[in-house]
Nanobody, 132 residues
Framework: QVRLVESGGGSVQAGRSLSLSCAGS????????TGWFRQAPGKAREWVAA????????????YYADSVKGRFAISRDSPTNTVTLRMNDLKPEDTAMYYC?????????????????????WGQGTQVTVSS
């Protein structure tokens, strides 16, 4: 049985940093495209970042939404089977519940990992609140 567990959320002031972790059991992140999504109250769940295997053309294996590019970094640690989202220079608009998820396919990220409909395993989420 696949289980994804997020941790690391909290309340911080704008400009500070947080690191979110996603621990997996029953799944090996190295074999799956893994993404982070977020959902603010009253808003649709939006894609944040994804990590997968390097594609055959040699381009990068990490992908980011424009709203977080340059501030967030996604990484994967194989020995601990965790995926981390490092969030720097946080803004109030980053306030949301953050979820990790894995795509139903293999390690390459379909559609750069940006479409939530490509994901079939989800964690329960961790709350991030950024105050101004």
């Amino acid at each position: 049985q696949v289980r994804l567990v997020e941790s690391g959320g909290g309340s911080v002031q704008a400009g500070r940093s947080l690191s979110l972790s996603c621990a997996g059991s029953g799944i090996i992140f190295g074999t799956k495209c893994t993404g982070w999504f977020r959902q603010a109250p009253g808003k649709a769940r939006e894609w944040v970042a994804a990590i997968g295997s390097r594609n055959p053309y040699g381009s990068g294996s990490t992908y980011y939404a424009d709203s977080v590019k340059g501030r967030f970094a996604i990484s994967r640690d194989s020995p601990t089977n965790t995926v981390t989202l490092r969030m720097n220079d946080l803004k109030p608009e980053d306030t949301a519940m953050y979820y990790c998820a894995t795509q139903r396919g293999g390690s390459f990220c379909v559609r750069s990992g940006s479409d939530r409909l490509d994901y079939d395993q989800w964690g329960q989420g961790t709350q991030v609140t950024v105050s101004s």
